[in-house]
Each structure stands twice: as structure tokens, then as C-alpha cells.
T-cell receptor
Framework: AQTVTQSQPEMSVQEAETVTLSCTYDTSESNYYLFWYKQPPSRQMILVIR??????QNATENRFSVNFQKAAKSFSLKISDSQLGDTAMYFCAFMNPPTSGSRLTFGEGTQLTVNP | AAGVIQSPRHLIKEKRETATLKCYPIPRHDTVYWYQQGPGQDPQFLISFYEKMQSDKGSIPDRFSAQQFSDYHSELNMSSLELGDSALYFC???????????????FGEGSWLTVV
């Protein structure tokens, strides 16, 4: 079974600074998908960024980017120019090769606080 | 853009009662997932459906059942409710791989179940 590990239960950053959240995973598959989801206090689960394992180029979405190291099975999220609205729980998630109904497996989450 | 719709948003039930949660996936999405998120925990996969057939099963109690209907909406039925069933229940949906944003799972806002 695939496992996802987030070793940082909590992190904090000053507004406008950059922060990196870590995630490692374990799988024997070569084709899979990785995601970062954000869960603010409203508890809504919001997709932040998505990475296909077969793509070497790291995904970016505005202020959010990832550092995908396939050999090391590492998938970190970098948030640049942090904003107060970035305060949330961040979950790293793994999805098996694209077959119908492939489940999403989550890490334990990292609570990020952006301080003014 | 249309999102995943869940109802009811909040539900209070007594122990041993039954509850039914409903989920309406994003139009053209044919895969539905159910997740349970307890306080301070990451979401746990319960069950998924693809084209109205169960496609994967996770840590869903035997007291729970679910199905996907011909219009692709899904219902999660929970019987003999226990205090430990109190949680946020997410429904999520996706559509088959091969499309530009396939294999990304989009979440509804969740249904809060409180068992008293």
C-alpha cells in the first residue's frame, strides 16, 4: 500500500516570505499523480497543485511550485510571497496509476500559519 | 464553474439512528469518492464508484453502505450510528484520464455529521 508522510506537523512564516512544506511517499509504481491540497479553517478541501510522475518538469501555479524528486520519492511545496490567506492545513496526496476509481491517499498534514 | 454538491451540510443524529448523505458530482464526472475526516485527522478513504459500480473500498464500516445512481449522484447510508462516526464527510468526483485535467479529484464542501 502506498504511504504518504509529512514530517512537519506545524510551520509558520512571515507574510511575504517563502516557505517550503515537505512530503515523502512510498510506492512501487512508476506512473502516478501527486497533489497538494489546502484546507483552510472552513474545512473546504482546495486543490493547490498537481504533478504527474512521468513529467520531469516541476509544476507551478502562480505563487505555488513543487520540487518533485522522483528517485528520492520527495514532493515538496514552495509558497512564495506568503499571504495571510495561505494560513491553512496543507495535505500532500498520492494517487495510483490512472485506473477508474483510483483512490487518493493523504499525508497527515502540515498546519501552516502566516504571520503578519 | 459547477462544483461537487453535498447535502445536507450539517446533520445531527442520535446514537443508533440512521443517516443518509447525498453527493452530486461535477457534470460529466463519472467517478465518485467518499472520505471521512475526523477531528485533527487527514481524510480517510471510504469507498469509490465508477460508472455506477463500486471500484474501490477502503476503511468503510459494515454499518455503512453506498451506491451511485444512473444520474451519477451517490448516497452514503450510515446505520446504527456511533459517537465515533461524528466527522466531516467529503464527497469528491473526477472524470477519466486522457482529458486535460483528468485524474484530478475535486472535493465538495463536506457534510458535518454529529452523533449525540
Amino acid at each position: 500500500a502506498q504511504t504518504v508522510t509529512q514530517s512537519q506537523p506545524e510551520m509558520s512564516v512571515q507574510e511575504a516570505e517563502t516557505v517550503t512544506l515537505s512530503c515523502t511517499y512510498d510506492t512501487s509504481e512508476s506512473n502516478y499523480y501527486l497533489f497538494w491540497y489546502k484546507q483552510p479553517p472552513s474545512r473546504q478541501m482546495i486543490l493547490v497543485i498537481r504533478q504527474e510522475a512521468y513529467k520531469q518538469q516541476n509544476a507551478t501555479e502562480n505563487r505555488f511550485s513543487v520540487n518533485f524528486q522522483k528517485a528520492a520519492k520527495s514532493f515538496s511545496l514552495k509558497i512564495s510571497d506568503s499571504q495571510l490567506g495561505d494560513t491553512a492545513m496543507y495535505f500532500c496526496a498520492f494517487m495510483n496509476p490512472p485506473t477508474s476509481g483510483s483512490r487518493l491517499t493523504f499525508g497527515e498534514g502540515t498546519q501552516l500559519t502566516v504571520n503578519p | 464553474a459547477a462544483g461537487v454538491i453535498q447535502s445536507p451540510r450539517h446533520l445531527i443524529k442520535e446514537k443508533r439512528e440512521t443517516a443518509t448523505l447525498k453527493c452530486y458530482p461535477i457534470p460529466r464526472h463519472d467517478t465518485v469518492y467518499w472520505y471521512q475526516q475526523g477531528p485533527g485527522q487527514d481524510p480517510q478513504f471510504l469507498i469509490s464508484f465508477y460508472e455506477k459500480m463500486q471500484s474501490d473500498k477502503g476503511s468503510i464500516p459494515d454499518r455503512f453502505s453506498a451506491q451511485q445512481f444512473s444520474d451519477y449522484h451517490s448516497e452514503l447510508n450510515m446505520s446504527s450510528l456511533e459517537l465515533g462516526d461524528s466527522a466531516l464527510y467529503f464527497c469528491a468526483s473526477t472524470f477519466p484520464s486522457g482529458m486535460s485535467s483528468g485524474n484530478t479529484i475535486y472535493f465538495g464542501e463536506g457534510s458535518w455529521l454529529t452523533v449525540v
